[in-house]
């Protein structure tokens, strides 16, 4: 796109059709230039595609990491899926938590949800350790046997499952809570400003932030 100054208003030509506009002020040169995702971009075809791309990622990284363990230790298979299951469901809300969280601004929703990740990497896992050391003095307290993370009986049960699903869920939502107050704080619209303000590439950008960072600090 040309862009050049005639007496004191900017005109600029489309390549695509040659027809010139006029632009009398920078918000408009920035709206004929848009920078960053629009409203939309995370769950539109694009981004769906993408989501899909990190879900098969993640899953082929957790059955690598299963058939890595050594095989004298090895989870049996219903104890490996009952262990995965809880951080997969809790990982799915707090994505599609920070998805949702994304959109409800006029903002570029894709600094907003690397702005999340980054803090519920951080941050949220604080919060996240601390519950459970709190929830499982608790039931160390109590005795409630069946809630204790990672023990399912003999033989595993589903019940004992669900229990430590539902808790560790209400945890994620805690986290997300804690990670939605600190976003209030002033400041964060500063930092999202020049988070991603170095890509051009609106799809670039989602890519990277629904993608490649997540699998890297994962």
Not at 39 to 65: C, E, H, P, W, Y
Not at 85 to 103: C, D
């Amino acid at each position: 796109m040309d862009m050049y100054g005639y007496s004191g208003v900017f005109l600029v030509k489309r390549f695509l059709d040659n027809s010139p506009f006029e632009v009398t002020n920078m918000s408009d040169i920035n709206k004929a230039n848009p920078h960053g995702c629009d409203n939309g971009a995370l769950t539109d075809r694009f981004g769906v595609l993408i989501q899909g791309l990190l879900a098969i990622v993640a899953f082929s990284t957790l059955m690598l990491k299963r058939f890595r363990e050594p095989a004298g230790i090895r989870r049996p298979w219903r104890i490996w899926f009952f262990d995965t299951s809880k951080q997969a469901i809790g990982a799915l809300f707090i994505h599609f938590a920070n998805v949702f969280l994304s959109t409800l601004t006029k903002e570029d929703p894709c600094s907003l949800y690397l702005m999340n990740f980054l803090l519920d990497a951080t941050l949220g896992m604080l919060v996240i350790w601390l519950a459970v050391k709190l929830v499982s003095k608790l039931v160390e307290y109590k005795q409630w046997t069946l809630l204790m993370f990672g023990e399912y009986g003999d033989p595993p049960q589903a019940a004992a499952w669900l229990g430590q699903c539902g808790i560790y869920l209400l945890i994620m939502v805690l986290e997300k809570g804690v990670i939605s107050l600190v976003l209030l704080v002033p400041g964060w619209s500063k930092l999202q400003e020049v988070l991603l303000s170095y890509i051009a590439n609106p799809q670039l950008e989602l890519v990277l932030v629904m993608l490649i960072v997540p699998f890297i600090v994962n």
